[in-house]
T-cell receptor
Framework: DAGVIQSPRHEVTEMGQEVTLRCKPISGHDYLFWYRQTMMRGLELLIYFNNNVPIDDSGMPEDRFSAKMPNASFSTLKIQPSEPRDSAVYFCASSLPGGASHDGDTQYFGPGTRLTVL | AQKITQTQPGMFVQEKEAVTLDCTYD???????LFWYKQPSSGEMIFLIY??????QNATEGRYSLNFQKARKSANLVISASQLGDSAMYFC????????????FGTGTSLTVIP
């Protein structure tokens, strides 16, 4: 398997622009997670999905952020309008439902998207 | 309360020596998984090792072992024979299986291996 795929790997945009980050989870994984990582705040869970349904979006910082998962193999995280404080590395990760085994439990990360908002 | 606590922001170890990175966790869920991830300066999050709450033996993966002390709720990572390439951030994480299957991460420990 190719692992979790994220695009773009780097994004530089200007304040006020719309940004869309994309993620393709590992085939067969029905949990998908979006994280944000900054030096100041560390690794933060933004939202996660189970079978394409958002389970917990309490980590989404504000209404400018939205996430969708239209099917099992694709998810987007959108920021509109973007602000300089949104600059961070955004990770997507996927996993199986969880079970008493390494394979069932482990979450695998994509390479991340480094977002810079000027 | 923090779900995952890593109390060592930074650690140094001599090359070829062993090092222990501390992790404690807090959960009332009897069914959970514990993980360690490595994040080198290149930025990717690399899964290292897994321990299930029902596992009787400590997990090992090559030079990595997880010292699982269930009663103390600790899951320390032991790296034996440290190499320069082990210099990275290390994150401890937990997944509670009966309460949403969410993952919780610690704040990380920065490990520097000295030649």
């Amino acid at each position: 398997d190719a692992g979790v795929i994220q695009s773009p790997r780097h994004e530089v945009t200007e304040m006020g622009q719309e940004v869309t980050l994309r993620c393709k989870p590992i085939s067969g994984h029905d949990y998908l997670f979006w994280y944000r990582q900054t030096m100041m705040r560390g690794l933060e869970l933004l939202i996660y999905f189970n079978n394409n349904v958002p389970i917990d979006d309490s980590g989404m910082p504000e209404d400018r952020f939205s996430a969708k998962m239209p099917n099992a193999s694709f998810s987007t995280l959108k920021i509109q309008p973007s602000e300089p404080r949104d600059s961070a590395v955004y990770f997507c990760a996927s996993s199986l439902p969880g079970g008493a085994s390494h394979d069932g439990d482990t979450q695998y990360f994509g390479p991340g998207t480094r977002l810079t908002v000027l | 309360a923090q779900k995952i606590t890593q109390t060592q922001p930074g650690m140094f170890v001599q090359e070829k020596e062993a090092v222990t990175l501390d992790c404690t966790y807090d959960t009332s869920d009897p069914s959970y998984g514990l993980f360690w991830y490595k994040q080198p300066s290149s930025g990717e999050m690399i899964f290292l090792i897994y321990q299930g709450s029902y596992d009787q033996q400590n997990a090992t993966e090559g030079r990595y072992s997880l010292n699982f002390q269930k009663a103390r709720k600790s899951a320390n990572l032991v790296i034996s024979a440290s190499q320069l390439g082990d210099s990275a951030m290390y994150f401890c994480a937990m997944r509670e299986r009966n309460t949403g299957n969410q993952f919780y991460f610690g704040t990380g420990t920065s490990l520097t291996v000295i030649p």
